[in-house]
């Protein structure tokens, strides 16, 4: 039986426990004994949930909570109170305050205010205060928006604070995150976490109550927090916050909202009581903490505001016009908010952004809400082409939503709601709104201490995590005793309170394969194939998520050294491939993508963080590849003797590190690296064996100089700061090696330093300048300029579209200059911007298929996503090719493996067994102009290894191209450098480790390094093929067929008698 929190099972217990509100009072029980759970010592039943018993509160006429406070006459003259520590009532002569009046409401009687005045601030904050002044501010520090500073009888202190950004542009900011103090609780909204708060510190879920007194809620897009003190916050986590306070504060407050004292002429009053010139003066006084790279004042060209010619552009009814349009959506509300200030705060911000549509849009959507707010109708004004509200699944736009919608959690607000409709992505039929998410009512969560936890949520309720909560079936939550696991700690992360990792374990790879690995160990392995770099070997009982790194070498420079050339993830089922110098795209599970990227509802990011490309996910693992040399894969202590790979075991002992795969330990650096390759035969993919570079002494001394490799470690250098955090020896050993190697390449000193910088910026250090015009100087593309601690995370058209996660550290990189953005190629004006579509970044112009081509979607100049249905006609499959999905021709696709075993077109596979030349695949129609033959050659080139091709012989009418196992490649004879267009339609070239033959007319040979051999070929030959790989008719049952058509149940034998003729057999 699961039982809740603060209660236990028993099998036999009394039907009649001890209640509320009377705990002591002795029940007469006659009845028998049931199983039940029944609330731990020093806690009883209240309302059906085990309590404190000292919580019980009083009873008189009826039932009072403790601390709960009613007026006992009718004229407010009388006041009375649960008082806990006496168990009683106690009553004391009171009346209302001047501001107030006694009234009846929801049938509660209390003094509320007689009036209630609204502050706030909008776009790219434009102010308006209590009182009615209009200022713009564009400070990016923490300022106060409003605070109580005069102490009352009766007024409950509070504070609100805002911290701006600047988005996308210098010129403007827009307020990222509220922080709402009051009852002794904090509580932030903010834009880092949209449809969630913040309170004292925890992340949760809406709606929130605490305490009874601070109810938060999720009306139409924005949160709201309301009060008993009558006080509301809301902000909607994109650019609008606001309070409203009750008339009873009036004149008693301070900060940037002015002070609510009915006059707009001395809101203008910094906090030395003097006036402020201006609202620039005005926010910089109101400022109580400042945040990395924050400023009070906008300097510089992009400051100056917009030119008439601009501002006319802006004002028709294709931008902000639709505001005071006499005819327009907004029409009946002119008379009751005027839309002179709102049209000219739209102008403002939409010039700055010089007409994006997602600034006209939360501009226009400003003045509707704040005609909505008063009880106006307000007309459709969305369209398709015109601000179109993208609705979550299993929810739909409406214009006039329930300003209190309904939701899983039976708590919605304080008070019966009171809210004027809102416009809101209303969920559909039969769903309910759970946290951010519209679910059918059967997947709802539960309501629990006040706050709501979605199903399947687990979380720990008190400190120490010592008991572990998962909400479950029905709403109902179960707790159980809980200890955090070796190498875990409670704390808080993020807002999540929970056994998190109580440290990491970090391994490099740098330069021509250096390796430190997660215990320490250094050693260098000069391997040119794809290792294991690190891998969970023991997912503790599936308590651990399963990831998988590989890195891919390539030989570099004068071939004595080998480079990282890519790095693949493989985490949550997908596989996330980094390749070397391709800046701001990766391939996910085959398609090309461009950054920042968000997949797992946020659990796995992956972004550009300076040159370097950060794969990350939630539960701690951190892959950084800085897109030349250097490699960095940081996981979390959870996973300590988890691991294999070439970093080790990560068990805090470096002398065990060389694992191989069985787990038997080995000395040679050789057989370690060449056990953990992936899909290779071993014989080509060990290291330098015997042959190693070696540096002669006085070039060790000459490149360990402060103006070479030891610019690292000189004490007084650019990197002291890094010293103690990170030991530059390892770097500059590995800078020496790598720079004598490669004969004192300037290139290579500077990709080694670069790994040293990069390591102490991961680190969080801040490092000094280190590139000169004479030492390594860094080249930027147009519109961007060098920086050694760049923002290029936040400085996208993605982040200023939708916010991005970016890491505490800064790294060096190219950023944009002021008044450009990146858009995933170049540093373009924030007009060119494109658009974010299910977490994806776009740029204009780009088309994305959905994951069963049942949509397209193109991103439109206006920042707009349109989509389209879309179906595959006959013939057509939807897959991924060259990184793009889609309809795409059917093809079929024949292999012979590294161990020679063939699969035909239609998926029959045996042995070949056997060694010679053979005729796998061609067009049976040899006068055909699209005539084509596929020959290889299967030898035993090792004792003990399986045949497997050792040459593959491409025959078209007009070329013949021959490829060896060294990927040696010939046409008509002649030795050939690749890559190479031999005809118009043919062309041979290398692409990841493989030699690819392609002849535009549908035929794609590709010859990998680990001997695979796959043979494509388009729809349109269907069952007009000959060879070992069948006829390709879509049947298999009739590909165990010799070539003069006899029946077969022998893969061999079909191979043999397709043996080329052309070919000796002789010694065989």
């Known amino acids: 039986m699961n039982c809740q929190r603060h209660s236990s099972y028993e099998d036999c217990a009394s039907p009649c426990q001890p209640s509320c509100p009377f705990p002591e009072e002795k029940q007469k029980c006659e009845d028998a004994c049931v199983e039940a759970c029944v609330c731990d010592k020093g806690y009883v039943l209240s309302a059906g949930v085990c309590v404190p018993a000292e919580t019980c509160g009083c009873s008189e006429d009826r039932h009072y909570k403790p601390g709960q406070q009613f007026w006992a006459d009718e004229a407010c003259g009388r006041q009375c109170v649960c008082d806990t520590t006496l168990g009683m009532v106690t009553c004391r002569e009171a009346s209302c305050s001047a501001n107030e009046k006694c009234t009846v409401l929801d049938g509660e009687r209390a003094c509320r205010p007689i009036s209630y005045g609204t502050c706030t601030a909008s776009g790219d904050p434009h102010y308006r205060t209590f009182d009615g002044l209009r200022y713009d501010f564009q400070g990016t520090c923490v300022y106060q928006l409003v605070g109580l500073c005069s102490k009352q009888a009766g007024l409950v202190p509070f504070n609100v604070t805002v911290q701006n950004d600047h988005r996308g542009s210098k010129a403007v900011s827009y307020t990222r995150t509220v922080t709402f103090s009051i009852y002794g609780a904090t509580l932030i909204i903010s834009r880092e976490y949209p449809y969630k708060v913040l309170l004292n510190g925890q992340l949760a879920s809406l709606p929130l109550v605490y305490n009874n007194e601070l109810a938060v809620s999720l009306s139409g897009r924005t949160a709201v927090a309301e009060t008993v003190a009558g006080i509301t916050v809301s902000f909607d986590w994109r650019s609008t916050v606001s309070v409203t306070l009750p008339s009873n504060y009036q004149g008693a407050v301070c900060g940037m909202c002015g002070n609510y004292n009915g006059k707009a002429q001395d809101d203008l009053t910094m906090p030395n009581g003097k006036t402020a010139p201006n609202g620039a003066n005005m926010g910089e006084s109101w400022q109580v903490a400042l945040t990395p790279g924050c400023s009070s004042v906008c300097k510089g060209a992009w400051c100056q505001a917009c030119s008439d010619s601009q501002k006319k552009v802006y004002e028709t009814t294709k931008y902000c016009g639709i505001i005071s349009d006499k005819a327009g959506p907004f029409r009946e509300c002119h008379s009751r908010v005027d839309p002179a200030p709102y049209m000219e705060d739209c102008v403002y911000d939409v010039c700055h952004y010089r007409g994006h549509q997602g600034s006209v849009c939360d501009a226009v959507e400003v003045y509707a809400s704040a005609c909505q707010s008063r009880g106006i109708t307000i007309h459709s004004w969305r369209t398709d082409a015109f601000c179109p509200m993208e609705c979550p699944d299993n929810s739909h736009y409406t214009l006039c939503a329930s300003g209190c919608p309904v939701t899983c959690a039976s708590l919605t607000s304080i008070a019966t709601c009171h809210r004027r409709c809102a416009e809101a992505c209303e969920c559909d039929q039969g769903y309910l709104l759970s946290g951010d998410t519209c679910v059918p009512v059967r997947d709802c969560g539960c309501s629990y201490e006040g706050q709501y936890y979605k199903k399947g949520d687990i979380f720990y309720p008190e400190d120490k995590c010592m008991e572990q909560c998962i909400c479950g079936e029905n709403g109902a939550v179960s707790c159980q005793k809980a200890m955090c696991r070796p190498g875990e700690v409670c704390k808080l992360v993020k807002g999540v309170k929970g056994c998190h990792p109580e440290g990491q374990g970090k391994c490099v790879a740098s330069g021509d394969p250096h390796y430190i690995s997660f215990d320490g160990r250094r050693f260098d392995f000069q391997g040119n194939c794809v290792y294991v770099l690190a891998k969970v070997c023991n997912d503790d009982k599936g308590q651990l998520t399963p990831f998988t790194v590989t890195q891919g070498n390539e030989k570099y420079g004068n071939g004595k050294v080998a480079v990282t050339k890519s790095v693949a993830v493989t985490v949550h089922g997908y596989v996330i491939y980094i390749q070397q110098r391709v800046p701001w795209k990766v391939i996910v599970n085959d398609e090309l993508l461009n950054l920042p990227l968000t997949l797992e509802e946020g659990r796995l990011t992956v972004v550009q963080e300076g040159r370097n490309i950060v794969v990350q996910t939630a539960f701690g693992l951190k892959v950084l590849y800085g897109t030349v040399y250097y490699v960095e894969v940081i996981v979390p202590s959870t996973y300590q003797d988890k691991m294999c790979g070439l970093c080790g075991d990560y068990n805090k002992n470096w002398k065990d590190d060389f694992r191989l795969p069985g787990g038997k330990q080995t000395n040679n650096i050789d057989d370690f690296g060449k056990a953990w390759v992936v899909n290779l035969p071993g014989h080509v993919c060990g290291g330098c064996g015997g042959q190693c570079p070696v540096c002669d002494e006085g070039k060790v001394t000459l490149y360990g100089k402060p103006d070479s490799c030891g610019i690292m470690s000189a004490p007084n250098g650019p990197f002291k700061s890094c010293h103690s955090k990170i030991d530059p020896a390892a770097y500059v050993s590995n800078c020496v090696f790598d720079v004598c190697a490669m004969d004192g390449s300037k290139e290579t000193l500077c990709n080694s330093v670069q790994a040293y910088a990069l390591a102490c910026q991961n ?184 045949p497997a091709v050792a040459t593959v012989y491409v025959f078209f009418k007009d070329a013949i191209v021959t490829v060896n196992s060294q990927h040696e490649t010939w046409v008509n004879g002649q030795k050939l450098t690749l890559p190479s267009k031999v005809t118009n339609e043919l062309s041979v070239q290398v692409s990841d480790r493989s030699v690819v033959i392609e002849r535009t007319s549908g035929v794609r040979v590709i010859y990998s390094i680990s001997q695979e051999v796959t043979v494509t070929v388009d729809g349109s030959m269907s069952g007009k093929m000959c060879g070992a790989c069948g006829n390709y008719n879509n049947n298999s049952k009739d590909d165990l067929k010799t070539a003069d058509g006899k029946i077969t149940t022998d893969m061999s034998a079909v191979v043999s008698s397709w043996s080329a003729g052309d070919f000796s057999r002789c010694g065989l």
């Open 763 to 946: 680190a969080g250090v801040q490092i000094q300048p280190w590139r000169s015009i004479s030492f390594c100087p860094a080249s930027c593309p147009p519109h961007s300029h060098y920086e050694v601690c760049a923002d290029t995370c936040g400085g996208t058209c993605a982040s200023f579209i939708r916010p991005v996660t970016c890491s505490e550290s800064c790294f060096e990189g190219c950023q944009c200059d002021d008044g450009f953005v990146f858009d995933g190629i170049q540093c373009v004006p924030l007009e060119k911007c494109g658009c974010v579509h299910n977490g994806r970044y776009l740029m204009v112009g780009q088309t994305v298929v959905d994951k069963d081509c049942k949509s397209k979607c193109v991103c439109q100049a206006s920042g707009l996503v349109k989509c389209e249905k879309l179906s595959c006609t006959n013939g057509d499959v939807c897959d991924v090719r060259d990184g793009v999905r889609g309809c795409h021709i059917k093809q079929g696709h024949c292999t012979i493996s590294q161990v020679g075993k063939l699969s035909s077109f239609d998926d029959m596979s045996g042995a070949i067994g056997t060694q010679g030349a053979f005729e796998v695949a061609s067009l049976c129609d040899e006068a055909a102009k699209q005539w084509f033959r596929v020959v290889v050659d299967v030898r035993k080139c090792i004792k003990s290894a399986s």
